[in-house]
C-alpha cells in the first residue's frame, strides 16, 4: 500500500478510540513507521541509478531486495516484521503511554500491506524467519490513478466516520 493510504487508514482507525483525543495523530504515525525507515533505501536506488533528485523508478527496485539484502533487512524486512513491533515498538508505546491505538495501526500497516506485495516484494511478517506470503498485487507500483481512487475511498470512509463520530459527541 502506499505511504498516503496507510496514513488515512491510520486516521480511519483513531474514530474507534474515543477516549482519546491524540488518537488519530499516533495512529496516523504509527500506520506510516513501518515504511519510514524505507527512504535511506529510496535515496540509495537513485542515487545509484542516477536519478534527479535521488527518486527511483519503479523499475528500479527490480531484484534490489535480493541484490541488497542488508540495506533491505534494516530498511523494510525488520520494520515488517511482528517480532519487530513486539520487541521494540510496543515496549516504546508502553513506556511512553502513548495510546494503544498505535500498536493497532502499526499491526495494521504489516496485515494491510501481506495481500498488497507480491512476487519479489512479498512480507515476511515473521522475519527473520524467511517466511514470505504472497500478495495478490504489488499495490506501491499501481498507475498514479489507482492511488487516486485507493485516496478518494479512504478519505470517504474516514470523512464519514468523522461526521458519526461528532453526531454522537453532540447527541451525548
Ligand atoms: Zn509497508
Redesign the pocket.
Known amino acids: 500500500?502506499d505511504i498516503v493510504s496507510h496514513i488515512i487508514i491510520g486516521k480511519i482507525i483513531s474514530f474507534f478510540d474515543k477516549k482519546n483525543k491524540r488518537a488519530g495523530l499516533w495512529a496516523m504515525f504509527f500506520s506510516f513507521l513501518?515504511?519510514s525507515f524505507q527512504v535511506f533505501a529510496y535515496i540509495y536506488l537513485g542515487y545509484i541509478n542516477n536519478r534527479a533528485f535521488f527518486i527511483p523508478k519503479n523499475i528500479d527496485w527490480n531484484h534490489t531486495r535480493s541484490t541488497y539484502p542488508v540495506l533491505h533487512a534494516f530498511t523494510w524486512e525488520i520494520p515488517?516484521s511482528i517480532f519487530f513491533l513486539s520487541l521494540i515498538i510496543l515496549p516504546i508505546i508502553i513506556f511512553f503511554k502513548l495510546p494503544k491505538i498505535a500498536f493497532f495501526a502499526y499491526l495494521l500497516?504489516i496485515i494491510i500491506?501481506i495481500p498488497t506485495h507480491a512476487g519479489e516484494w512479498a512480507i515476511k511478517p515473521f522475519y527473520p524467519i524467511n517466511y514470505a506470503i504472497n500478495g495478490t498485487t504489488n499495490a506501491w507500483a499501481w498507475p498514479i490513478p489507482m492511488f487516486f481512487y485507493s485516496w478518494v475511498i479512504l478519505l470517504f470512509i474516514s470523512t464519514l466516520l468523522s461526521f458519526i463520530s461528532r453526531k454522537n459527541h453532540a447527541d451525548a
Do not use: G, K
Open positions: 500500500m513501518p515504511d515488517h500497516h500491506d
